[in-house]
């Protein structure tokens, strides 16, 4: 769906948002080694894509970053039962900028 006014943009006023977690182990059928919440939005008129604002691309277990093209965020996160450190031996990696 578009606005109804095509000399308008599309006011987004209505989203589409999938959360997603994955439980995350060393090897297939490991144990769990940590958890990670991959979210995406899209306005639920027009299905533009929207974009993280302010975290790295990449995959961290100690703090959340985007996909490379900025539309899905990915938050570790850890049951509230479990030690302040779950999770954070999962291997990872961010993308930086060449200075």
Known sequence: MTSLNPDLPCPHEGFDVLVAVTRLTVHDDGPVTGF?????????????????????????????????????????????SSDPDFGLGVPGFAIGVAR
């Open 36 to 80: 990670s919440a991959s979210i995406t939005a899209a306005c639920a008129q027009c299905g533009e894509k929207f974009r993280w604002i302010g975290v790295p691309a990449g995959l961290l277990p100690d703090r959340p970053c985007c996909s490379v093209d900025e539309t899905e965020l990915r938050a570790p996160l850890r049951p509230a």
